[in-house]
């Protein structure tokens, strides 16, 4: 019979990436996963994991990313479900319901007030058995900047794309990098966490749910990566903090470097703030050669509306892409309705969602 039940984190890391390589069919490193859930700054001291057991043996494990959530003027912690998976062996046994039943009694237990996720395509329906509601789907803005790679790798016909990408490369990309006057906003960047960002949380909406972006939590989700480097930019009006953002460029599994907008925080969403942080993200970007820079905007419509139509980005909500692209979706599930009084969690309209709540940017 398998047991469901808490292990210690730190003592499993090699039965737990194993695992994972198995499951998922792709690789995974021990210091990535070590990073991940020990190194947290949310994490305790003695960090522990529900784990599916077959004797000594790991089958099944139900790791989640710990948060910190400002919810209005309240920070709550959170749990995003990540990494959720079975041992092909034992699938089909009724353990990820078992886990998922486990888990969400354990965050209970230990003070988590609410957990989220973006669940796949093969897990979702499991998700939903276990209370999880949809709150909105994650619709990226993307705009393409190396036609010709991203056509020889969608075309897989190299003289093909590149005559195309040729074309699109000197006729469409050159309309589609305006520049903006800034104006009297001072933009920089920078490659690692600067104290000036202490001010971070003067920027956010009061009123919404937010990703709790104190020193500790941002110098560890990017300055402490080990595989990704992100860099920050702040802009700045008189000197006073008035938006942030973080980018990266990170390779996909279908050969394409895409440079990320991975986060940003705009004081009153400003559009001119805005406008500044995305033409000083886009200049960098270009530098690095990514072949598409993309950009979560679903949860602010007007800074959606700046994206597409002041800079010709294009949403994959639209036709064609809405025909291909699987955009996926973001859930929630309250577990303390008190700790959230005030606040329905399952309407869009109050998250303030970028790249920087998922576990893979």
């Known amino acids: 019979m398998v047991e469901i039940r808490v292990v210690m984190h730190g003592d499993e890391i090699g039965q737990l990436v194993k695992l994972f390589r198995v ?10 996963w070590e990073w991940k859930y020990i190194n947290n700054p949310i994490v305790s001291s003695s960090p522990e994991v529900i784990a599916a057991c077959d004797g000594g043996r790991i089958v099944g494990a139900r790791p989640f990313l710990l948060t910190e959530i400002w919810v209005k003027n309240k920070r709550i912690l959170a749990a995003q479900h990540s990494d959720t998976m079975v041992h092909p062996e034992f699938r089909n046994q009724g353990l990820f319901n078992r886990m998922g039943e486990f888990s969400l009694q354990h965050l209970k237990e230990h003070n988590y007030a609410l957990s989220y996720g973006f669940p796949g395509p093969m897990s979702r329906a499991g998700f939903r058995k276990q209370g999880y509601r949809m709150v909105v789907p994650t619709e990226m803005m993307f705009l393409p900047i190396n036609y010709q790679r991203i056509f020889s790798k969608k075309l897989k016909r190299d003289r093909l794309g590149r005559g195309l990408g040729y074309f699109c490369d000197n006729v469409i990309i050159k309309k589609k990098l305006p520049v903006l006057k800034a104006g009297n906003i001072e933009v920089e960047i920078f490659d690692s966490y600067v104290q000036e960002l202490e001010a ?3 920027l956010r909406k009061t009123t919404a749910i937010e990703y709790v972006r104190r020193e500790k939590n941002l110098r560890w989700r990017f300055d402490q990566h080990p595989e990704h480097k992100y860099r920050y930019i702040t802009a700045k009006i008189e000197g006073t903090l008035c938006g942030y953002a973080v ?4 390779e996909q599994g279908n050969g394409l470097n895409y440079g990320m907008i991975i986060d940003y925080l705009v004081k009153n ?16 970007l270009a530098k690095t050669g990514c072949d ?8 602010e419509p007007r800074l959606k509306e700046e994206l597409q139509k002041r800079f010709g980005f294009s949403s994959t909500f639209s036709f064609p892409y809405n025909r291909i692209i699987d955009s996926g979706y973001f859930e929630a599930l309250s577990l303390n309705d008190q700790a959230i009084r005030g606040m329905n969690i399952y309407d869009k309209s109050n998250w303030r969602i970028t790249h920087i709540y998922p576990d893979y940017a």
Do not use: N, T
């Open 200 to 202: 971070i949380d003067s």
């Open 23 to 32: 499951s998922f069919k792709r690789e995974m490193s021990e210091k990535l």
């Open 292 to 299: 598409l820079i993309v950009v979560w905007a679903f949860s």
């Open 269 to 284: 969403e400003d559009p001119w703030c805005f406008g500044a942080l995305i033409e000083k993200a886009m200049v960098e």
């Open 247 to 250: 980018i990266s460029v990170q």
